[in-house]
Structure formats: C-alpha cells, structure tokens
C-alpha cells in the first residue's frame, strides 16, 4: 500500500468515527426528551406553553398533551385534564408550564 492511500483510508476512518459518535450522541434523548428540550426556550402564542401529564403506575408522571398557541394555554389544559378525569376517574391528571 502507498502512502496517499493509507491517508485516504486514515481519514476515511476518522469521518465514519465521527459520524457515529454524532448519531450516537443524538440517540441519548428520547423523543419526548426532545420535545420537552425543544419547547423549554421557544413559546408559542402570547401564553406559556402547557404539558397535560398523567401519573403512570409506578408513580411517575407521563406527558401526554401539549398546548400552544391559546391565550390561556393553562387554563385549556386544566379544562381538558377535569374531562379526562370525568372519563376515567380512578386516572391523576396535571398541568405543568413546558417552558
């Protein structure tokens, strides 16, 4: 093997490496972890934006709506958390500000 064509290889090499370490690094968060992070700096509409969580069965609570763009964001999400409770009473609902 010549020379110029180990250097190819080399750097061959050192862009796939990087390449699986970018992709790598972007696999770490989940998509909700994602969203979450995405809308912790970027209103939308004239009110803060708000999560629609429910309490999951080991006590954890799951996001599982998300409201922009209303004027009273919070108050909708109270709204549609008191409709969810009335369809399944036995379910915990909150609402928590997403940035």
Excluded at 67 to 90: A, H, I, Q, W
């Amino acid at each position: 093997m010549t020379l110029p064509f180990l250097i190819i290889r080399l750097k061959i090499s050192v862009i796939i490496l990087s390449i699986t370490l970018i992709l790598s690094s972007c696999m770490d968060q989940t998509p909700e972890e994602k969203l979450g992070n995405l809308m912790k700096g970027n209103q939308i509409g004239f009110t803060e934006d708000v999560w629609l969580e429910k309490r999951v069965w080991d006590g954890s609570w799951t996001r599982v709506a998300l409201f922009f763009g209303y004027v009273g964001d919070y108050e909708t999400c109270e709204d549609m958390s008191n409709l969810y409770v009335l369809k399944y009473p036995l379910a915990k609902y909150r609402c928590t500000i997403a940035n």
